[in-house]
T-cell receptor, first 114, second 117 residues
Framework: SQKIEQNSEALNIQEGKTATLTCNYTNYSPAYLQWYRQDPGRGPVFLLLIRENEKEKRKERLKVTFDTTLKQSLFHITASQPADSATYLCALDADSNSGYALNFGKGTSLLVTP | GAVVSQHPSWVICKSGTSVKIECRSLDFQATTMFWYRQFPKQSLMLMATSNEGSKATYEQGVEKDKFLINHASLTLSTLTVTSAHPEDSSFYIC?????????????FGPGTRLTVT
């Protein structure tokens, strides 16, 4: 069955450092992969999408890499700030009859301390 | 940017009653909306796909007679949890696809926290 795995342990880093989060997947051949941010009690907010033919994508302090051979995506936040503290979700298009729905990983909680 | 709203943001109901949750796309039209459920510290799980003017498509294991979905217009989908039980307590989140946008663009609502006592 399709699986999306993200580090279940929370990531604690100091302000100013680079946070790196990992997303691994199995039994998928995704055309694209997405990253979302979710704050407690809120819906996910779209951050970045990377296509299968793209190795890397950047947006301001965010960088995503996509290795379809390793079946892995890395999500980096450079110069991290306490406001970056949240749960980050990796998502792939769902293998269902629904079309364009998403399957999500459990997310990795990031805590940036001053 | 595209905004999706949900109402109510939280609801407490007694076991056996029904609860309706609304999902609206505020500034775009959505032929397709998705309903997800999220338990604490778990991932969002797709429950069903709501298509405007037709029946919803439910994921395996989701009871269609318990979770009634109506997509009456291009900006509104509703999820009714019928005969709610405590195990239905969860965070329900909808998302909507902008029919004029690219296929991957989905916008999520803020979620509805349902507590069944």
């Amino acid at each position: 069955s399709q699986k999306i795995e993200q580090n279940s342990e929370a990531l604690n880093i100091q302000e100013g450092k680079t946070a790196t989060l990992t997303c691994n997947y199995t039994n998928y051949s995704p055309a694209y992969l997405q990253w979302y941010r979710q704050d407690p009690g809120r819906g996910p907010v779209f951050l970045l999408l990377i296509r299968e033919n793209e190795k890397e994508k950047r947006k301001e302090r965010l960088k995503v890499t996509f290795d379809t051979t390793l079946k892995q995506s890395l999500f980096h936040i450079t110069a991290s700030q306490p406001a970056d503290s949240a749960t980050y979700l990796c998502a792939l298009d769902a293998d269902s009859n629904s079309g364009y729905a998403l399957n999500f990983g459990k997310g990795t909680s990031l805590l940036v301390t001053p | 940017g595209a905004v999706v709203s949900q109402h109510p943001s939280w609801v407490i109901c007694k076991s056996g009653t029904s609860v309706k949750i609304e999902c609206r796309s505020l500034d775009f039209q959505a032929t397709t909306m998705f309903w997800y459920r999220q338990f604490p510290k778990q991932s969002l799980m797709l429950m069903a796909t709501s298509n405007e003017g037709s029946k919803a498509t439910y994921e395996q294991g989701v009871e269609k007679d318990k979770f009634l979905i109506n997509h009456a217009s291009l900006t509104l989908s509703t999820l009714t949890v019928t005969s709610a039980h405590p195990e239905d307590s969860s965070f329900y989140i909808c998302s909507a696809r902008d029919q004029t946008g690219r296929r991957y663009e989905q916008y999520f609502g803020p979620g509805t926290r349902l507590t069944v006592t």
